[in-house]
């Protein structure tokens, strides 16, 4: 009864059975661990694979001469088919007369110990073999002596064998200046149980080169012992480039700030350099009295949609931006010419950086209105020529009719009086080009300048039974330009196409767009057309090929055009027309 108690009770699988092999007793844990109840495994041989069989026996045989076997470690099938681990402990049972009789084996399932075992071996190789192939430098050090290195490590401190590392003392790798620190860091580390942070040293090879690197430590447990473990990547590559780059930046900061022209650097619209001389054009003191505040306070108010078009554009392209003129506002509020060119130099941060290089145009533009005078004097000695010319037929008349007035009656005086007339014409054409003229650009439509030109020469149109017809893509064409000087412009030419079709006909005018930055006008007429030998001509003073022209009006024409940046062309054929583009920049 007690032997009972004590088999259904233990948490082992416990059975007995004879020299033969034969179960005698099992208990309750027997029955769920191999899965046979009492009444099927009592009195037969419990069903083994033939190789645990052979086993089994000659544990018995082994028992029977009397040897002592205490735990083996097994592998034991169930009923399902399924394997379990287990330490087995045999223990003989004798008679009364100490003669062997039977066994008891106690079985303790160790199939999960077996499980978490085989995962930590598994686990350990893994790491294992991880640490040993890991492309990344390893070393572990104990009582400041080194007790591991990896294949990366020994190639980094340039060794061919572990032997050249192993045991050797970390002061050998360390700068003395380093090596003073380490106790203290060292000393922090086991307080803080914990790895450390990533930080830069030097290390010395053993050829006693130095290297840079980047090392984190961590404390572990190695054959037993609290050691450290340090991860270490070289840095020697990448320090020497950041040595190199920053000599560069330093190099091209000093360019930048040398520059003999005004440079401008600027982020998310806020400037974070200007150079001396970029300085100097604004009237500053130094560079931090414009460094954080906004670009666009240094430019003229009426620029700010070009400028904010350029600065969206800017960093979506690697190009760098065509100078563009402008209007730069100094310090004390003075407006200057300037045109500026834009590039995108950096554009890694999330505000890329952007540079302004800029052209003071105050020199130029004097130079160009000392040209402008120049050429208005030269101008004025060829009208002088022209005049003295023009007037001396005018005059002759005039001197002949006056002079048969004096014996005859005035039937002439009409005819003097178209002669005075031509004279007048003449002479104001000549006033025109000699006064100076101020241009103060605005934002126009040249479509409504156009359609105001075509209502008022439409009567002189009508005379000639001419048809002015306008075609356009878009309602409205916006430039900056002097509207009286465009309309100017158009009236000239109109009135030369009319006059070129003393038979009538048609005038054909379009407007369209072309890219981004011009607007064309072309005038198409079918006049009687311009020889191609006078074409090149057409243009110069007093070169005309109307009876009654001067050729100062195409003359005037193609300067307005050019002060407007624009530009005039002709293309004629004898016989079928001329056709005249110009062109404006929006």
């Known amino acids: 009864m007690l032997l009972n108690a004590f088999l259904n009770l233990t948490s082992d699988a416990v059975y007995v059975v004879d020299l033969n092999g034969i179960v005698l007793e099992a208990n309750k844990k027997f029955e769920e661990l191999h899965g046979w109840s009492r009444e099927e495994i009592v009195g037969k041989e419990i069903p083994l694979d033939p190789a645990v069989r052979v086993e089994s026996k000659q544990i018995l045989e082994r028992i029977r001469r009397g040897e002592q076997i205490t735990v083996l470690e097994a592998v034991k099938k169930t009923k399902q088919g399924t394997y379990f681990h287990t330490d087995v402990t045999i223990s003989p049972v004798h008679d009364e007369e100490g003669v062997l009789v039977a066994v008891i084996a106690i079985e303790r399932d160790t199939t999960e110990k077996k499980r978490a075992e085989d995962k930590l071996r598994e686990s350990e190789e893994r790491y294992r073999v991880l640490v040993e192939r890991s492309p990344e430098p390893i070393v572990v050090y104990r009582n400041y002596e080194i007790a591991f290195v990896n294949q990366a490590a020994l190639r980094l401190m340039g060794a061919d064998r572990q032997e050249q590392l192993l045991g050797q003392h970390v002061s050998r790798f360390l700068p003395a200046e380093e090596m003073v620190k380490l106790p203290t860091a060292l000393a922090e580390l086991m307080s803080g149980n914990a790895s450390s942070d990533r930080v830069e040293k030097h290390l010395i090879r053993l050829d006693g080169s130095l290297i840079y690197v980047e090392a984190t430590a961590v404390v572990i447990d190695f054959q037993g012992e609290t050691a450290v473990q340090l991860l270490i990547r070289d840095m020697t590559d990448r320090k020497r480039a950041e040595l190199e780059l920053a000599a560069k930046e330093k190099e091209f900061s000093r360019v930048i700030k040398l520059s003999p022209e005004p440079i401008i650097l600027h982020q998310a619209g806020m400037i974070t350099f200007v150079n001396d001389v970029g300085v100097k054009l604004l ?90 005078r120049s050429d208005r004097l ?91 017809k306008l075609t356009t893509s878009s309602p409205e064409y916006f430039v900056p330009c002097e509207s009286n000087q465009i309309k100017q412009v158009y009236m000239n030419v109109l009135k030369n196409a009319i006059e070129s079709m003393p038979s009538g006909g048609s005038i054909e005018i379009s407007m369209e767009k072309i890219g981004e930055s011009m607007v064309l006008t072309r005038i198409v007429d079918q006049g009687v057309g311009i020889p191609e030998d006078r074409l090149e001509k057409i243009g110069e003073p007093f070169f005309s090929l109307k009876e009654q022209g001067t050729g100062l009006g195409l003359m005037v024409c193609r300067r307005i055009i050019e002060a407007h940046r624009g530009s005039l062309a002709i293309q004629s054929v004898v016989g079928e027309g001329t056709t005249i583009e110009i062109a404006l920049p929006i």
């Open 283 to 372: 009237k500053g003191q130094s560079n931090q009295d414009f460094v954080g505040k906004p670009i666009v306070d240094f430019f003229c108010s009426s620029y700010l949609p070009i400028i904010v078009e350029r600065m969206t554009k800017v960093v979506q392209i690697d190009a760098m931006m065509d100078f563009i003129e402008m209007k730069l506002k100094r310090l004390d509020g003075e407006l200057v010419d300037i045109e500026v060119a834009s590039i995108c130099v950096n554009r890694t941060s999330a505000n890329p950086v952007v540079q302004l290089v800029i052209r003071d145009l105050s020199e130029r533009k004097r130079t160009e209105e000392m040209i402008r």
């Open 378 to 468: 030269s101008i004025a000695g060829e009208l002088a020529a022209g005049v003295a010319h023009e007037i001396r037929n005018p005059l002759t008349a005039l001197k002949g009719f006056l002079q048969l007035l004096q014996v005859q009656n005035t039937a002439y005086v009409d005819i003097m009086l178209m002669e005075i007339d031509r004279i007048s014409y003449i002479v104001n054409e000549f006033l025109g080009m000699a006064k100076p003229q101020v241009n103060h650009f605005i934002e126009c439509d040249i479509l409504t300048l156009m359609n105001s030109v075509i209502v008022f020469m439409n009567p002189q149109a009508l005379l000639f039974n001419v048809e002015m």
